[in-house]
């Protein structure tokens, strides 16, 4: 399994929210944000402006737009900056039922968007998620680096816009897949800017995707930072240097890190034994992995498995 399928497969969803909606100007509205979510915005028709109160930045988004913000952002979003705005909240108290769309607004020009949020189900930091900015903007042409991802949307919209036998499980898979394509297209967007950082980065880097690789592949090997640097080709303190800079954070930390990912994949799958956690994972005795899994997830092994899975 590639590192991204890997990190992808850590990351699953617990809930979906979805709503088409079609506005007619003016029109403005305060969307919250929701720690633990990640929201979108998928424009259908029309156009529309999007802001963020701690940010200077607005975003004007076209038909065939997608805006994701997978760290549950709350935005403003507007026909035009001078429309008033109004609290989401106030004005929608409820998800519209499905099949029905929801309308709002002065009765002026239309806009469509397929709105929505799905809450990730995750134990411990992903280092993909973690990895992801606050708002991930896609133009049309950017989305031509996933072909498919048109026709996904368009899926997701149809079977949001129905009430068919089926729907709820569809709409559920089409979001994964959604998250998925995004994610790759956002990838393939900033994959060659010298100024990006983090695990997407790291996985377009020659040498550390492929230390990456090595780490996801055998987590419980013996690694160190000069056993790593000698498998990409690279002195020990070149291999140091490039993985903090791009990863920001030292070859040792994300191997730890990743091997609790593991730890916690193990529990989920009713491993009880903290000894055969520890072994599988790489540690020589259970005082160093219950050590190091306190750091990274801030609880016992015994105790963060009790509360989280009983």
């Known amino acids: 399994m590639d590192c991204l399928s890997d990190a992808l497969n850590r990351v699953r969803f617990k809930s979906y929210i979805h709503c088409n909606s079609e506005f007619t100007a003016p029109w403005g509205l305060r969307m919250p944000g929701f720690a633990g979510h990640a929201a979108f915005l998928v424009m259908l028709r029309g156009?529309?402006?999007?802001?963020?109160?701690?940010?200077?930045?607005?975003?004007?988004?076209?038909?065939?737009?997608?805006?994701l913000l997978p760290r549950g952002s709350g935005c403003i979003i507007q026909d035009q900056a001078s429309s008033e705005i109004v609290d989401f909240l106030k004005v929608q108290t409820g998800t519209p039922p499905r099949g029905e769309i929801w309308h709002y607004g002065g009765g002026g020009a239309l806009t469509s968007i397929?709105?929505?949020?799905?809450?990730?189900?995750?134990?411990?930091k992903n280092p993909l998620?973690?990895?992801?900015?606050?708002?991930?903007?896609?133009?049309?042409?950017?989305?031509?680096?996933?072909p498919w991802l048109d026709t996904t949307l368009r899926f997701l919209a149809s079977e949001t816009a129905n009430n068919r036998p089926g729907s709820d499980i569809l709409i559920?898979?089409?979001?994964?897949?959604f998250?998925?394509?995004?994610?790759r297209a956002f990838m393939m967007q900033h994959k060659d800017c010298?100024?990006?950082?983090?695990?997407?980065?790291?996985?377009?880097?020659?040498?550390?995707?492929?230390?990456?690789?090595?780490?996801?592949?055998?987590?419980?090997?013996?690694?160190?930072?000069?056993?790593?640097?000698?498998?990409?080709?690279?002195?020990?303190?070149?291999?140091?240097v490039k993985f903090a800079q791009i990863l920001n954070q030292t070859p040792i930390d994300y191997l730890t890190a990743?091997?609790?990912?593991?730890?916690?994949?193990?529990?989920?799958?009713?491993?009880?034994?903290?000894?055969?956690?520890?072994?599988?994972?790489?540690?020589?005795?259970?005082?160093?992995?219950?050590?190091?899994?306190?750091?990274?997830?801030?609880?016992?092994?015994?105790?963060?498995?009790?509360?989280?899975?009983?």
Do not use: N
């Open 194 to 240: 010298d100024k990006t950082t983090g695990f997407l980065k790291g996985l377009s880097d020659p040498e550390i995707g492929h230390a990456l690789r090595l780490i996801h592949e055998t987590p419980s090997a013996p690694w160190t930072v000069a056993t790593l640097a000698k498998q990409v080709g690279l002195s020990r303190t070149a291999f140091a």
């Open 114 to 124: 397929l709105m929505g949020c799905f809450e990730f189900d995750m134990h411990i």
């Open 172 to 177: 559920a898979r089409l979001t994964d897949m």
């Open 179 to 183: 998250f998925i394509q995004v994610v």
């Open 47 to 67: 156009g529309c402006l999007v802001s963020f109160e701690d940010s200077a930045t607005t975003y004007s988004l076209a038909a065939g737009e997608v805006m």
């Open 258 to 310: 990743w091997r609790m990912q593991e730890a916690v994949s193990l529990m989920e799958k009713g491993e009880e034994s903290t000894a055969a956690i520890s072994s599988a994972v790489g540690y020589l005795s259970e005082a160093a992995f219950a050590k190091a899994f306190k750091r990274e997830v801030g609880e016992a092994p015994g105790a963060f498995r009790r509360k989280i899975f009983g």
């Open 129 to 146: 998620i973690e990895s992801l900015p606050g708002v991930i903007y896609l133009k049309g042409d950017q989305l031509k680096s996933e």
